[in-house]
């Protein structure tokens, strides 16, 4: 599946994935700043998401697959890849099945682990939520939104799903997300790894940044990071929840550069 993206900036490659009923937008302002310092930034919308096409069915290896024929569409031998949430599970699975293809690999707010007790209900909750709303009876975004918020009693959730509505040409409203096709996958998608034990270890340059403020990396997932990613780097951005990008861009930006500049010398040989 041939993907919407953004690039932005010249220099060494780095592919951003955003997370579960996010897009590449979510990602500019930190793609941006990556790019004033050198790197060409590759902001991917995943299938099913964004403005990239729908399809039947939403798994992590099709996502990988999806990511293949991009680095292929593009000409990239290797690059940096950073993913958050479901993209930072679905960069794990591509850092274990095709490691030649990456020069470092960053994880933010997610674990090598299996997630259905912990969010699966969660997740669930929200798509029906946002299944049962009729878009034919607004007229405004903002109402839309409004009625997110009243749903799930989350304003700023409601905001950053909201992100995902357009506005068809005869003036309807409809969902960027493919919410069917999600709801059918949430199961798939929170399970853990297990599946790639023969891949593991990988050796791949790696750092996972948790947020201090977030449940979703938690002591008793060590054990799976330490398994499939045995030299990888922990650090937590405080006064941040699960989404760091938005709630301390700065101190995640300044984690990130210091990261990639690192590998990227050894890569280079300075």
Same mark, same amino acid.
């Given at each position: 599946?041939?993907?919407?993206?953004?690039?932005?900036?010249?220099?060494?490659?780095?592919?951003?994935?955003?997370?579960?009923?996010?897009?590449?937008?979510?990602?500019?302002?930190?793609?941006?700043?990556?790019?004033?310092?050198?790197?060409?930034?590759?902001?991917?919308?995943?299938?099913?998401?964004?403005?990239?096409?729908?399809?039947?069915?939403?798994?992590?290896?099709?996502?990988?697959?999806?990511?293949?024929?991009?680095?292929?569409?593009?000409?990239?031998?290797?690059?940096?890849?950073?993913?958050?949430?479901?993209?930072?599970?679905?960069?794990?699975?591509?850092?274990?099945?095709?490691?030649?293809?990456?020069?470092?690999?960053?994880?933010?707010?997610?674990?090598?682990?299996?997630?259905?007790?912990?969010?699966?209900?969660?997740?669930?909750?929200?798509?029906?939520?946002?299944?049962?709303?009729?878009?034919?009876?607004?007229? !405004?975004?903002? &109402?839309? @939104?409004?009625?997110?918020? #009243?749903? /799930?009693?989350?304003?700023?959730?409601?905001?950053? +799903?909201?992100?995902?509505?357009?506005?068809?040409?005869?003036?309807?409203?409809?969902?960027?997300?493919?919410?069917?096709?999600?709801?059918?996958?949430?199961?798939?998608?929170?399970?853990?790894?297990?599946?790639?034990?023969?891949?593991?270890?990988?050796?791949?340059?790696?750092?996972?940044?948790?947020?201090?403020?977030?449940?979703?990396?938690?002591?008793?997932?060590?054990?799976?990071?330490?398994?499939?990613?045995?030299? !990888?780097?922990? &650090?937590? @951005?405080?006064?941040?929840? #699960?989404? /760091?990008?938005?709630?301390?861009?700065?101190?995640? +930006?300044?984690?990130?550069?210091?990261?990639?500049?690192?590998?990227?010398?050894?890569?280079?040989?300075?």
């Amino acid at each position: 599946m041939k993907l919407f993206f953004r690039k932005i900036g010249h220099g060494q490659p780095v592919v951003i994935l955003h997370g579960l009923f996010g897009m590449s937008d979510n990602w500019l302002t930190i793609g941006r700043d990556l790019s004033r310092q050198g790197f060409a930034v590759h902001l991917l919308d995943l299938r099913n998401h964004g403005q990239s096409p729908h399809g039947p069915s939403h798994t992590y290896e099709e996502m990988c697959a999806d990511l293949l024929e991009y680095f292929q569409q593009e000409n990239i031998t290797r690059a940096g890849l950073i993913g958050h949430s479901m993209g930072g599970k679905c960069a794990m699975y591509f850092a274990l099945l095709h490691p030649e293809k990456l020069y470092d690999l960053v994880v933010v707010d997610i674990a090598p682990s299996d997630y259905k007790k912990q969010n699966l209900a969660y997740h669930t909750n929200i798509i029906y939520n946002l299944m049962a709303i009729d878009l034919l009876l607004h007229q !405004s975004r903002q &109402t839309l @939104i409004e009625e997110i918020r #009243h749903r /799930l009693n989350d304003s700023r959730l409601a905001m950053f +799903l909201g992100k995902s509505i357009m506005r068809k040409q005869d003036g309807r409203f409809c969902w960027r997300l493919n919410l069917p096709v999600l709801l059918e996958s949430l199961t798939s998608l929170s399970r853990g790894m297990d599946e790639l034990e023969q891949h593991a270890p990988c050796l791949v340059p790696t750092l996972f940044v948790r947020g201090e403020k977030s449940d979703f990396i938690q002591p008793r997932h060590e054990p799976d990071r330490v398994k499939y990613f045995p030299r !990888s780097e922990m &650090t937590t @951005i405080v006064h941040a929840g #699960h989404w /760091l990008h938005m709630e301390q861009p700065d101190r995640l +930006l300044a984690v990130l550069l210091e990261f990639l500049r690192r590998n990227e010398s050894r890569c280079c040989g300075l």
